[in-house]
């Protein structure tokens, strides 16, 4: 049952504010995000954590936990790997506010395979749904879906707003207990001013004159450079870097 007055609203956010602070698990963020969002009236539950520009994360490893969802529904969209056409995550990184499931049925910039997903997601009987955009550091973005099930409505204007901040706290906190090795990469100062010409697009040998040294340290620059990122090209070197505010 929600609670009601606004009193109340900012009560039960600034409790859940005050519990993520001490939560030093991620099992337990977990097990309070759902406690606190089932008593918000959300039946269905998703978080999907989508990596900077450059990580090595395939598309299925981006859905870290589900629940209230019904398991034929969570063995079809993992096993069809549904999560590859889903466009409510990849809708909501492109919108500064949540908005519907259901908003994009019909939507014309939805591809032929994304329409025939919307349908297959209306045909589930799941009803509709919130999509909650959450954003963290260096690119460290993700995705909210939350659910009331198939008779019931969708939470009003200012509802809306306290599940958007809970879910955005969940995420900054996830983030916090659950660093990423590149995040911490410490480049040289030679290395930084490779990585940079590598993001101009110029060629080793370009880069050498640049720099006035030769190939062959731009090479072990790049070397150095690719291993402490834990990249394996120039692409995803240069992309990463951009990410994680390496260079301007």
Partial sequence: MLLDGAASVDTSLREYARICDQITQTAELQKESIRFLK???????SYHHIPPIGADAPDRETLIYVHGF??????R??????YKVDPIPR????????FRWLDLVGAPELTARERH???VLV????????????????????????????DAGVAHDEEVTVLHEACHLSHLKYCELNPLPALNAKLSFREGE???????GLSNGQIADKMGVSPSTIDT??????????????????????ALGLFD
């Fill in 77 to 82: 969209y993992i096993g069809q790997q549904l």
């Fill in 117 to 119: 997903y919307m349908e």
């Fill in 221 to 242: 620059n790049l070397r150095r450079i690719f291993a402490k990122l834990g990249v394996r090209d120039r692409v995803t070197a240069a992309l990463r870097g951009v």
């Fill in 123 to 150: 045909d589930a009987g799941l009803g509709n749904g919130l999509a909650v955009p959450v954003f963290g550091p260096h690119g460290r973005n993700g995705y909210c879906g939350l659910g009331y099930g198939p």
């Fill in 91 to 98: 809708r909501s990184q492109a919108s500064t506010r949540p």
């Fill in 70 to 75: 019904p398991k034929p529904w969570v063995e």
């Fill in 194 to 200: 490779t990585l940079s010409w590598v993001a101009k």
């Fill in 39 to 45: 008593s918000r009236g959300c039946r269905f539950m």
